[in-house]
């Protein structure tokens, strides 16, 4: 079946460097994503979202660049701190109506070396 | 905003005994809650989609029978592991979804479950 597949399982970034985590997609009817981080323990929390009309949206140190053609999908964070060590979700919601389903990714671990 | 909270935060119970895990809206109404299985090191994998005042929506592969999930009202769902054994030992979380006009979950701090 389709699935949201990353291609890192584990990224080691300089504190300080800016970070790039990677997505794949297959689910060309898939129109909204979302970044999550989820820490050791705990929950999944959302950082960032863009849907399908957009190609490029900007947080406070994140950026969520998003490439239709190649289905990819792309986080980057700056200026990575050690609190941003955690594993990070891409995740995609098909236009389904009122029943929204969420796909997770598979993840990928940053780890920040200070 | 937004938050979403899970009673207990942790849980060790015997095998054939049965668990049940809150999942709250705190400051929102949730007319939809999700549920989730998390195994260590792997993604977040949906059991079911919760509706407040009708039957859940469970994912190929649950069963309805193993997990109970009720949703009561607009701000409480709850899922029950009825007869619980130790390969049901995971890591539960539930999610809300604020309104209908949205697509964003907002996620609980999990529930970890671990049957002896």
């Known amino acids: 079946g389709e699935s949201v597949g990353l291609h890192l399982p584990t990224l080691s970034v300089q504190e300080g460097d800016n970070s790039i985590i990677n997505c794949a997609y297959s689910?060309?009817?898939?129109?909204?994503f979302i970044w999550y981080k989820q820490e050791s323990g705990k929950g999944p929390q959302f950082i960032i979202d863009i849907r399908s009309n957009m190609d490029k949206r900007q947080g406070q140190r994140v950026t969520v660049l998003l490439n239709k053609t190649v289905k990819h999908l792309s986080l980057q964070i700056a200026a990575t701190q050690p609190g941003d060590s955690a594993v990070y979700f891409c995740a995609e919601i098909p236009h389904s109506g009122g029943y929204q389903k969420v796909t997770f990714g598979i993840g990928t671990k940053l780890q920040v070396i200070p | 905003g937004a938050v979403v909270s899970q009673h207990p935060s942790w849980v060790i119970c015997k095998s054939g005994t049965s668990v049940k895990i809150e999942c709250r809206s705190l400051?929102?109404?949730?007319?939809?809650m999700f549920w989730y299985r998390q195994f260590p090191k792997q993604s977040l994998m949906l059991m079911a989609t919760s509706n407040e005042g009708s039957k859940a929506t469970y994912e190929q592969g649950v069963e309805k029978d193993k997990f109970l999930i009720n949703h009561a009202s607009l701000t409480l769902s709850t899922l029950t592991v009825t007869s619980a054994h130790p390969e049901d030992s995971s890591f539960y979380i539930c999610s809300a979804r604020v309104s209908a006009g949205t697509d964003t979950q907002y996620f609980g701090p999990g529930t970890r479950l671990t049957v002896l």
């Open positions: 689910n060309s009817a898939s129109d909204y």
């Open positions: 400051d929102f109404q949730a007319t939809t």
